[in-house]
């Protein structure tokens, strides 16, 4: 009797250049989400040759998560035929929040999860550094709290509210 692997939920990170926080979540979702999830960042106005953030790659691979292969893409990318079918999209920053987005196949459940921009302002690298140490913490606190919920709180039907209410935590 063969038993086939449970499709993964698709989840897709937004934020205005896709450089930061989307970058750390995709990568700690993949990290941490075993075969139930499957992570996508992307920014809704990535700058040209747009990169992941330096500083954002170097607290990931302190933390041993993996950082091959990310990079810094726009959310038009998911939004055409032939795209992975997203189950979540959530948006972590404030600016993302407030943009219209795509019209996504298949009508996925959205949440905002909003955080502070790490790589804002003037301070010094390593004041820097340990805001994104932070905010990849954070963003660690409630990714736990997703992949850790019951199968039926993931189903799509409840999905919406569920996403929405961890924004809370």
Not at 29 to 58: T, V
Not at 93 to 100: K, Q, S
Not at 144 to 155: R, S, Y
Request: hydrophobic share 40%; aromatic share 6%; charged share 20%.
């Amino acid at each position: 009797m063969s038993t086939s692997a449970p499709t993964p939920l698709n989840v897709l990170f937004l934020c205005t250049h896709n450089s930061a926080r989307s970058i750390l979540a995709e990568a700690l979702l993949n990290a941490l989400g075993g075969d139930r999830f499957k992570a996508y960042s992307a920014g809704s106005s990535p700058r040209d040759h747009q990169q992941p953030n330096p500083l954002g790659l170097q607290v990931l691979q302190k933390a041993g998560v993996p950082t091959e292969g990310l990079r810094s893409k726009s959310w038009d990318e998911f939004a055409v035929p032939g795209a992975p079918h997203m189950d979540l999209i959530i948006t972590v920053c404030d600016n993302a929040a407030g943009e219209v987005c795509p019209v996504w196949p298949g009508h996925p459940a959205t949440a905002h999860w909003g955080y502070a921009d790490p790589s804002e302002g003037d301070a010094s690298d390593e004041h820097k550094l340990e805001a994104f140490r932070q905010t990849l913490l954070q963003i660690k606190r409630r990714l736990e709290l997703l992949i850790n919920l019951p199968a039926d709180k993931l189903a799509h039907a409840m999905l919406q509210g569920t996403a929405r209410d961890l924004a809370q935590s």
